[in-house]
């Protein structure tokens, strides 16, 4: 059974910085998975953030967040990150981890390829 479990949300000032974790269980993260990290703000559809291709380590970003954020894994605990950086006010979301088979870096950042979701972190950036 696949778990996927987000921790390290929070309140940050503007140019702030946090890691969010996904610790993960029922599968491998090294093999044949996608992995990444999604967000949905108050009345906004939920958006791709970062997303990694465990195979082979391709990985996508979205614009907005590229030069800010990293996307880590550590294949031996089973977890993943989110490393957020110079973090703005626009970033305020629940922040979401989610799992699935896909290969193709087409759907990578779509949210409605995955199947497997945690229950999410909020991540508050003000003053």
């Known amino acids: 059974q696949v778990q996927l479990v987000e921790s390290g949300g929070g309140l940050v000032q503007p140019g702030g910085s946090l890691r969010l974790s996904c610790a993960t269980s029922?599968?491998?993260?090294?093999?044949?998975?996608?992995i990444g990290w999604f967000r949905q703000a108050p009345g906004k559809e939920r958006e791709g953030v970062s997303c990694?291709?465990?195979?082979?380590?391709?990985?996508y970003y979205a614009d907005s967040v590229k030069g800010r954020f990293t996307f880590s894994r550590d294949n031996a605990k089973n977890t993943v990150y989110l490393q957020m950086n110079s973090l703005k006010p626009e970033d305020t979301a629940v922040y979401y981890c989610?799992?699935?088979?896909?290969?193709?870096?087409?759907?990578?950042?779509?949210?409605?390829?995955?199947?497997?979701w945690g229950q999410g972190t909020q991540v508050t950036v003000s003053y």
């Open positions: 029922g599968f491998t993260l090294d093999r044949y998975y996608s």
């Open positions: 989610a799992a699935d088979h896909l290969t193709s870096y087409k759907r990578l950042g779509v949210p409605g390829s995955y199947e497997y």
């Open positions: 990694l291709i465990t195979s082979d380590g391709r990985t």
